[in-house]
């Protein structure tokens, strides 16, 4: 696809050609993502690719926190794209150009004069980013990552109340287990069926899905009572516990202990709507905190040592704790996609949510040319102030550190390509 910059201006034959330029290049933008489409659901990975159509959406939500609050300042916004390199389709609209760009690695949005260093006509100073106030700028340059703990804060809403959480007082019966040589389980003798709920035992609540197999495992040839949910209808099943050595059985409990027979899964319960809109929050503070805790650990002399280990011996990291010393690439975090959509959206949620509180808070680190350098930035420059004369920071001096930067995410990212390539994670949904 042959890129095209599309603009609107001079008489009808002009707006006329520049019509047809943007319909031919929406077509073929549509017909690259028909084809797509079409190889998705033929390879059968049309779950993993609307998983990949939410992470690009996630990178352009970011971009459009920049995006609105820059025109609400009364910034110029210029570019508004997503991706990077040769650009596949574009329009204009007022000032700014939107479009899509060939590779779908991230996005921008273009404020003018975002440092000193761009030169800009006396128009353009007026409305730039440098010339804007202190408030202005930091609500610009938090934008993005307040829209990731946005997303990630609705994506825990939908899944409290659509979803639902493991329950902590129920366990279903998902199958029931087939004995050799035709001997009936206690579960088949007491009449236990497949989709039948457990919410008691023994006459008292279930505390934890943990007590129903505490109980049974801790009473072999001991009568118990199970109440349960079937079919909408509460009922009392009566059933008795043997051993794996009488039932003959495929189990993981010890030879002595109690069986009855039975494949457990634990269910999903929705939460009321005011726990909905209020639990996310302490989820979101919760999760932060370990994501700042392992961001410093990561990056100390030890999480240093720990991740040239990881590269020297990428054998011993693909699973347990050697995974937790390496970073994931845009190939491993597809994977991820993958394997949560294979399972169910109550993986995929979890995953989008834990992709969006790590990237909002990665983007914070107080470096250029992340956002958060661009608020130490402002900061500092807010501080070096006086009377009512702005002082701008030379960037110039800047431009070392914003490489060295640029330099270790690189190194980061091929590294954990590498990695990611040769010595693929272990499936973390099973």
């Known amino acids: ?70 025109k609400v300042s009364g910034m110029k916004v210029t570019e508004y794209f997503l991706g990077f390199g040769p650009k596949l389709f574009s329009f204009r609209r007022g000032e700014t150009e939107y479009g899509v760009k060939a590779i779908p690695a991230g996005g921008y949005v273009k404020i003018v004069g975002m440092s000193n260093i761009e030169e800009l006509s006396p128009e353009d100073e007026v409305r730039s980013y440098r010339n804007s106030t202190f408030p202005r700028r930091l609500a610009v ?38 004995a050799k040589g035709g001997v009936m389980t206690p579960a088949m003798q007491s009449g236990l069926k497949a989709g039948d709920v457990v919410y008691g035992i023994n006459g008292k609540s279930l505390a934890s899905p943990n007590q129903f197999v505490t109980v049974i495992q801790g009473s072999p040839n001991k009568q118990v009572s199970l109440d349960i ?24 409990s010890p030879s002595s202990a109690g069986v009855i027979g039975v494949h457990l899964v634990v269910p999903n319960e929705s939460l009321p709507l005011l726990s909905s809109l209020g639990k996310p929050f302490s989820a979101i503070g919760s999760y932060s905190s370990q994501t700042i805790s392992a961001l410093m650990s990561h990056f100390s002399i030890s999480g240093i040592t720990n991740y040239v280990h990881a590269l020297s011996h990428p054998a011993t990291t693909t699973s347990g704790a050697g995974a937790s010393a390496r970073f994931e690439s845009p190939v491993g975090i597809v994977r991820l996609a993958s394997q949560a959509a294979n399972v169910g959206i109550g993986a995929v949620v979890p995953l989008l949510f834990s992709i969006n509180v790590f990237v909002g808070i990665f983007n914070l680190i107080p470096l250029l040319p992340l956002d958060g350098g661009h608020v130490v930035i402002a900061a500092y420059e807010r501080v070096r102030s006086r009377k009512g004369k702005k002082y701008h920071a030379d960037m110039m001096k800047m431009i070392p550190v914003t490489y060295a930067v640029l330099m270790v995410i690189v190194l980061l990212g091929v590294t954990a390509l590498y990695l990611d390539i040769t010595h693929p994670l272990a499936n973390p949904f099973g």
């Open 1 to 70: 696809m042959n890129s095209e910059e599309i603009s609107v201006g001079g008489d009808e034959d002009d707006l006329a050609s520049t019509r047809g330029k943007l319909w031919r290049s929406l077509a073929r933008l549509s017909l690259g993502v028909f084809v797509v489409v079409v190889l998705a659901i033929y390879l059968h990975i049309g779950k993993t690719l609307i998983v990949v159509g939410a992470l690009i959406a996630m990178i352009m939500v970011h971009e459009l926190g920049h995006f609105v609050v820059a």
């Open 141 to 178: 340059s938090v934008a993005g990552s307040f829209m990731h703990f946005v997303m990630a804060y609705l994506l825990l809403v939908a899944l409290f109340l659509f979803v639902g959480v493991p329950s902590s007082n129920r366990i279903e019966i998902s199958a029931l287990s087939v």
């Open 229 to 252: 949910y079937r079919n909408g209808t509460s009922i009392v099943v009566p059933v008795t516990p043997t051993t794996e050595s009488k039932l003959n059985v495929a189990s993981t």
